[in-house]
């Protein structure tokens, strides 16, 4: 399974821009970038995902660099609620999820 | 639609018991996936389904564990016996067909085994 790497914490500034950002220098054509979170005692919830292009839905943006060896996630305006675990995750053409150890993020009223 | 329903959302046992997780997926929802998450490991894939069938159990992690899905609308996760490394939160999920799209996960059972 195609591997990912996450800063293992970040912090920002409520109300202000976050930029959550996942190396995958060994993904493949098929995969898709999947970005889940966890808020604390929650099972995982979906943010968004996309394969070559940027992503923009309600909860995030997503922007993949060119050569898709990276990505990151976009938080526009963190707020308190969004201080969760952040998963940046390889999807191959199929259903399976490997997760990784994630980005802690937390937001500072 | 309620989401994926799991059952119990907190066991606590005693080392040798038999345990049963149960998980309701979505309806309509072709796979279902059986999760693990502890401090140490964090998110582990267990097994999953498409159409009730297995198809990839290379995450169980003994002959203790096993997994069915009689049908399509109900899977367990079984436990026995049971042992207190086996203390986790246990995360049942599913998704549509299609590749490259999202997963709905349950509110986890909390296990404990003493």
């Known amino acids: 399974d195609a591997k990912t790497t996450q800063p293992n914490s970040m912090e920002s500034n409520e109300e202000e821009p976050v930029h959550l950002p996942c190396n995958h220098s060994?993904?493949?054509?098929?995969?898709?970038i999947h970005w889940y979170r966890q808020l604390p005692s929650q099972g995982p919830e979906y943010v968004i995902h996309?394969?070559?292009s940027n992503v923009n839905n309600r909860m995030a943006s997503l922007a993949i660099a060119e050569d898709r060896k990276s990505s990151t996630l976009i938080l526009h305006r963190a707020t308190l609620r969004d201080a969760a675990v952040y998963y940046c995750?390889?999807?191959?053409?199929?259903?399976?999820?490997?997760f990784g150890t994630g980005t802690s993020l937390t937001v500072i009223p | 639609d309620a989401g994926v329903i799991q059952s119990p959302r907190h066991e606590v046992t005693e080392m040798g018991q038999e345990v049963t997780l149960r998980c309701k997926p979505i309806?309509?929802?072709?796979?279902l996936f059986w999760y693990r998450q502890t401090m140490m490991r964090g998110l582990e894939l267990l097994i999953y389904?498409?159409?009730?069938?297995?198809?990839?159990d290379s995450g169980m992690p003994e002959d203790r564990f096993s997994a069915k899905m009689p049908n399509a609308s109900f899977s367990t996760l079984k436990i026995q016996p049971s042992e207190p490394r086996d203390s986790a939160v246990y995360f049942c999920?599913?998704?549509?067909?299609?590749?490259?799209?999202?997963?709905?996960f349950g509110p986890g059972t909390r296990l404990t085994v003493l």
């Open positions: 999920a599913s998704s549509p067909t299609r590749p490259g799209v999202e997963q709905f």
């Open positions: 060994t993904i493949s054509g098929t995969d898709y």
């Open positions: 996309g394969l070559t």
């Open positions: 995750i390889l999807n191959p053409a199929g259903n399976q999820f490997y």
């Open positions: 309806s309509g929802h072709d796979y």
């Open positions: 389904f498409n159409n009730n069938v297995p198809i990839d």
